[in-house]
């Protein structure tokens, strides 16, 4: 971001950013930069909070008086984060071995039962908001737990996507899904709480189990790519968890 | 503050280890007054518009919406941040909205018919071919201010 801001000011434009990691605005030294002490995915803090938002973009932009730079300042309110970490992380403790995993399609129709249970709650927050960010993969909301359980059972399938080879259109089906379940929950529930959400849809739900299946299965595939995206925490959020996944060396970092 | 020290390990060391570019000199240019302002906003979420290829895991290239887009989808290969912020409200990272109720309230001058994403997870260096494109597009729209934000 900060490497961004410093091309386009050379191109004669007058940039403002703002960032999460203060050392890093430090070391690149962009023109102008706001210091955020939110949790990361929240630039403008908190959602469906204009009010709050414009104070962030206001604070950012009061930076233009500055008449040399680089300026560096930080907006005054702040956003707690829970023990350093920057999102949701994995307990560290809740890894699914392979012998865990038990019967692929029960979990997958138990996975599809809960997928039709929160459908009505799903369409009701679609139409509140006018929008969904579920579909990246472009594929089926039903088709979502099949697809994911192909390579639960040590297979890659091909892609149903023109384009998009098979794991990173796992990917984003992976995070679809976690998409359609949060984007129920916060709206049937008027909860905006990033922990709680993460907690819920991983450690609680069928989905989290099925995707933590998925990754037991990557950690032991000799698959470089699935085994890349469980070492570097691409998939489950293990990126803020203490220590690297059990099996792996964390070494993709 | 949340410094890097404090964070946790895996994150901490990935963020320690990180490869920061420099330059050999500070590029500034002078802000125009703030009623001339306008706005195109710079995202390094990897949105895109629904049915656009997606980022791949490293893109160096970029993707552009209008201001009224809406039905945007995002293809970061990162997990490590918040998602659900962003389901409930996009102007949470692209704040078009706010924006737009300064233009009307004059305390920016416009907001840009056209705004961009980057992939974040990649290393900027890689991306400048691609910004200097985006830079030429913003100038030939007006745009005379950008303001960056990241995921």
């Known amino acids: 971001m900060c490497g961004l801001a410093h091309y386009f000011e050379s191109e004669g434009l007058s940039t403002v950013l703002v960032g999460f990691v203060r050392e890093h605005m430090e070391a690149i030294k962009p023109a102008r930069g706001l210091f955020l002490d939110f949790p990361m995915g929240r630039g403008m803090g908190k959602p469906n909070d204009p009010e ?5 973009i206001r604070g950012a932009f009061d930076l233009f008086k500055s008449e040399r730079g680089p300026v560096l300042a930080d907006f005054p309110e702040t956003i707690p984060v829970r023990n350093g970490r920057m999102s949701y992380a994995l307990p560290p403790e809740l890894v699914l071995k392979t012998s865990d995993i038990g019967d692929v399609d029960v979990l997958v129709a138990e996975v599809q039962a809960e997928i039709d249970a929160l459908l009505p709650d799903y369409e009701a927050a679609v139409s509140s908001r006018g929008r969904t960010t579920v579909g990246a993969s472009e594929l089926a909301i039903h088709t979502f737990a099949p697809f994911i359980s192909e390579f639960i059972r040590g297979e890659i399938p091909k892609s149903p996507r023109k384009g998009v080879p098979a794991i990173p259109l796992l990917k984003l089906v992976v995070e679809d899904l976690e998409a359609y379940y949060t984007e129920t929950r916060t709206h049937r529930d008027g909860i905006d709480d990033l922990e709680l959400m993460g907690k819920w849809f ?7 189990r099925l995707l933590l299946s998925l990754e037991a299965v990557s950690i032991a595939s000799d698959n470089k790519v699935m085994l890349q995206i469980v070492e570097m925490s691409l998939m489950a959020p ?7 996944l059990p099996g792996t060396s964390a070494a993709g970092w | 503050m949340t410094k890097i020290s404090e964070m946790p390990a895996v994150g ?3 963020i320690s280890d990180l490869k920061l570019p420099s330059f050999e000199y500070l590029a500034w240019t002078p802000p125009v007054p703030a009623q001339s302002r306008r706005v195109s906003i710079v995202s390094t979420a990897a949105v895109s518009r629904r049915g656009e290829k ?5 893109a160096k290239d970029h993707r552009s919406f209008h201001k009224n887009d809406r039905d945007l989808v995002m293809t970061h290969v990162a997990v490590e941040f918040d998602r659900s912020a962003w389901q409930q409200d996009l102007n949470v990272i692209i704040p078009l909205d706010r924006l737009e109720e300064m233009a ?3 305390e920016i001058g416009s907001v840009a018919d056209e705004h961009y994403s980057f992939m974040g997870a990649a290393d900027p260096v890689t991306m400048e071919k691609s910004a200097r494109t985006v830079a030429d597009q913003m100038k030939h729209e007006g745009v005379n201010t950008v303001f960056l934000i990241p995921i």
């Open chain 1, 52 to 56: 709050f938002q414009k104070k962030v």
């Open chain 1, 202 to 208: 991983w450690e609680e739900t069928n989905a989290g």
């Open chain 1, 238 to 244: 293990r990126f803020w968890s203490e220590g690297p």
């Open chain 2, 12 to 14: 901490r060391s990935f």
């Open chain 2, 54 to 58: 997606p980022f791949s895991w490293l």
């Open chain 2, 104 to 106: 009307e309230s004059g």
